[in-house]
């Protein structure tokens, strides 16, 4: 009697524990599956906000769109050049994570409005005011660059920001080119932002351009503090004009490159989540 009893207890037993496992097995599908929603979600979300190959064009004529910058003046060709340096910058690792960009357009002339500093985390336009020009880059357009010691020439391409200082000038800032032969001379000649009493309107209505520099991207007396501490410590400067030999030459200008580092490793759309909503 006992040892029957003992196997049906052991019986029992079995039973208790096969249907414990039966219940957990038969709810575990279900998280599995709310699990793998949420996750395959989330990985889409995240897939929608990283810049690779495939949505790198329309990404950037999104942003172009969405910030109104044809208003501005800004051509859409100049930006998305803008746009390819600021990423090829960042895949190096070279700034900081402000999300700005400030591009020169020296296709314009002095008496246009054409530095621009733009916000890509916000989405917008933080600066939008006058600039000058080295004097011997031109009159009132900007038409000969040099990287050369003593030129007095601006200089093309893109740039880094440094650290703020207050010399001759007044409160300026320091800059460091970034690309050999066009503007790695930046620092050397000392070619700094800094504000003019020659880069007004005032001085347009007066003169019919804007005054000239040493080569140094003068800016208004009354915003010029403003922008630099803004754009101080390792954000972007794209000085911009339509030379062949720079354009084809510039490495961060070179399309290709930067997408098959993108394939590798995609990076953060610039005003993600934001810039895709409607």
Partial sequence: MPKTLLIVLFALALFALSNAHIIAVDKSP??????AVTTNAALAG?????LNRLNFEESIRL??????????????NVFRLGMVGYYSLEKE???NDKGLITIIDFSKPSTEKRFYTIDLKKLAVKYHTYVAHGRNTGENRATAFSNI????????????????YVGSKGYSLRLDGMEK???????????????????????????????????????PPKISREVIDSIKNKSAIFTYYPDEGYLKASRYLNVENLLQKLDEQPVQLAGAPSLRQS
Avoid at 46 to 50: A, E, G, T, V, Y
Avoid at 150 to 164: A, I, M, P, W
């Fill in 46 to 50: 995240d897939r929608d906000n990283l």
């Fill in 63 to 76: 942003l172009y769109d969405k910030m109104g910058l044809s208003v501005y003046g800004l051509p859409f």
């Fill in 93 to 95: 690792g070279v700034l």
């Fill in 181 to 219: 032969s066009f503007n790695d001379n930046i620092r050397s000649r000392a070619v700094v932002m800094h504000a003019a009493d020659y880069a007004t309107e005032s001085w347009i209505n007066r003169y019919g351009r804007l005054g000239r520099s040493q080569g140094c991207p003068a800016l």
């Fill in 149 to 164: 010691p003593h030129s007095n020439q601006s200089s093309l391409g893109f740039y880094v920001t440094g650290e703020t």
């Fill in 30 to 35: 279900g998280l599995a599956i709310a699990k």
